[in-house]
């Protein structure tokens, strides 16, 4: 007999030792689902690149809100797909209390009070331009962006957003929300800042979904260098000196890295968005019968989670929360 007094393999020898000597897990609290919106009535529209993702017209969307919550799923991030003819070079369609986006936050919060409802401050859903700030000249402007920014963040507050998310890598852009819904009397209202977002090619399903792409170049000269992490440092602390409630790293699994960064160096929740991309990817290998999805589905979450993560938007929550039934 060999002395190993340390056997490593005594607690994984059944179920019931792995799962009381299990580190991490994946529940329903843990996920936020993102739901595309767009106009009409009754209207379903598959995203090609996202099998099983729909855009949905309002009514349907106040369905699928309701059949989520019966599952356990409680928060939802709302991003809108807006008419072409809507759109012009400072989002104005962005700061119309009356348009789409509102008015649907402020049915679903009125049908369901219980949901939290986040939702996206950024000018591209809005922009001729496709880009996140405004654009003059081929450059894109910080400081005169932030207050469009704010405008947005104002109207998506009014109307009942709980968690407003500036996605727009702004220079400054969390202080100058939270000093304007402070100022407006929404003190309550949360900021989950996409701290730590990434000028990623995992993107482009999420921009078919809601044909935001930009019109000319990229966004490299707001959204991070993919070969930088001390650089996500410097914009969690700018965020949490600004007043962030929460910080958000884009996408999820090519930076877990950085995911586990901002949890190690930062007491306030730590985001994670597992991005179009990543969905795209598992559903593509899964429908060829290259991976089982559902097992991989399940082990990205967990390395989420593992990293640091105390909260992911996923597009994998609703079917996640179905088998946990």
Known sequence: ?????????????????????????????????????????????????????????????????????????????????????????????????????????????????????????????????????????????????????????????????????????????VGAIRAALDENGFTDVSIMSYTAKYASAFYGPFRDALDSAPKFGDKKTYQMNPANSKEALIEADLDLQEGADFLMVKPALSYLDVIKLLSDNFTLPIAAYNVSGEYAMVKAAAAKGWIDGEKVRDEILLSIKRAGADVILTYFAKEFALSKK
């Open 1 to 173: 007999m060999y002395n190993i007094p340390q056997r490593p393999r005594r607690n994984r020898k059944n179920q019931i030792i792995r799962n009381i000597t299990q580190e991490n897990w994946v529940t329903t609290n843990d996920l936020i689902l993102p739901l595309f919106l767009i106009e009409g009535k009754n209207k379903k529209s598959e995203v090609a690149s996202m099998p099983g993702i729909y855009r949905l017209s309002t009514d349907l969307i106040i369905k699928e809100i309701e059949s989520c919550l019966k599952l356990g799923l409680s928060t939802f991030c709302l991003f809108p797909s807006i008419n072409d003819k809507l759109k012009d070079k400072r989002a104005t369609e962005g700061l119309n209390s009356k348009g789409l986006y509102p008015t649907t936050i402020q049915l679903i919060k009125k049908n369901f009070p219980e949901a939290v409802i986040m939702t996206d401050v950024a000018m591209d859903p809005y922009s001729s331009d496709g880009h996140d700030g405004l654009v003059k000249n081929g450059k894109i402007l910080n400081d005169e962006t932030l207050d469009i920014l704010c405008k947005m963040a104002l109207v998506q507050a009014q109307a009942g957003a709980d968690i407003i998310g500036p996605s727009d890598m702004m220079d400054g852009r």
